[in-house]
Nanobody, 115 residues
Framework: QVQLVESGGGLVQSGGSLRLSCAAS????????LNWYRQAPGKERELVAT???????SYVESVKGRFTISRDNAKNTVYLQMNSLKPEDTAVYFC?????????WGQGTQVTVSS
């Protein structure tokens, strides 16, 4: 079965960096697009970044130039490098696999940015 396991969250000061990882299993990793979403308290879940099977990536405007999504098909892992973090980046970050009519989610990892 599909499993997505995030790691790498934590508490960081404004301006700092974190790298999130999402280890995937249960599907042919290299063939699928993967997403990072985030959800802040009291807000809707927001798509942050997408990486396609081709390696082409896209970002929500608020993180462009600060976040980088990447993938390692040999390790079945997708990453989110987050630099120049701001307090408004505080959220639970989720890895997501859209597969046909279904969506698979990891358990999430908390990122807290202090000012």
């Amino acid at each position: 079965q599909v499993q997505l396991v995030e790691s790498g969250g934590g508490l960081v000061q404004s301006g700092g960096s974190l790298r999130l990882s999402c280890a995937a299993s249960g599907f042919t990793f290299s063939m699928y697009s993967l997403n990072w979403y985030r959800q802040a308290p009291g807000k809707e879940r927001e798509l942050v970044a997408t990486i396609r099977a081709s390696g082409v990536s896209s970002y929500v405007e608020s993180v462009k130039g600060r976040f980088t999504i990447s993938r390692d098909n040999a390790k079945n892992t997708v990453y989110l490098q987050m630099n120049s973090l701001k307090p408004e980046d505080t959220a639970v970050y989720f890895c997501n696999l859209p597969w046909g009519s279904r969506n698979y989610w990891g358990q999430g990892t908390q990122v807290t940015v202090s000012s």
